[in-house]
């Protein structure tokens, strides 16, 4: 089992910047990769970034591309999105997500096998 609590989610105006952490503990060595997903008030959840735990792959969703970065801090298991230049359309409740398996979509909300509860991200005009 791999237990993941995220923090850093609030209310930021419109071109402001906030960090979103994600404590993962349990057994996290067997994480092939993790990432963030967010579901918007009547929306579908979806895929906003994602990266290899070994190595430094990462995949965006076009709408964040260029404003979000995902890292990650192998020694404290720690996740990060960094959001840069917020707008509206990125209130949502946020999502940190690990899956196990290889060979399948990062990008997809199938493929992963864990979930924290989320953080409401709140973006004012």
């Known amino acids: 089992q791999v237990q993941l609590v995220e923090s850093g989610g609030g209310l930021v105006q419109a071109g402001g910047s906030l960090r979103l952490s994600c404590e993962a503990s349990?057994?996290?060595?067997?994480?092939?990769?993790m990432g963030w997903f967010r579901q918007a008030p009547g929306k579908e959840r979806e895929f906003v970034a994602a990266?290899?735990?070994?190595?430094?792959?990462?995949y965006y969703a076009d709408s964040v591309k260029g404003r979000f970065t995902i890292s990650r801090d192998h020694a404290k298991n720690i996740l990060y999105l960094q959001m840069n230049s917020l707008n509206p359309e990125d209130t949502a409740v946020y999502y940190c997500?690990?899956?196990?398996?290889?060979?399948?979509?990062?990008?997809?909300?199938?493929?992963?096998?864990?979930w924290g509860q989320g953080t409401q991200v709140t973006v004012s005009s």
């Open positions: 349990g057994r996290t060595f067997s994480s092939y990769a």
């Open positions: 997500v690990a899956l196990t398996r290889t060979g399948i979509s990062l990008l997809s909300v199938r493929s992963y096998d864990y």
């Open positions: 990266i290899k735990w070994s190595g430094d792959n990462t």
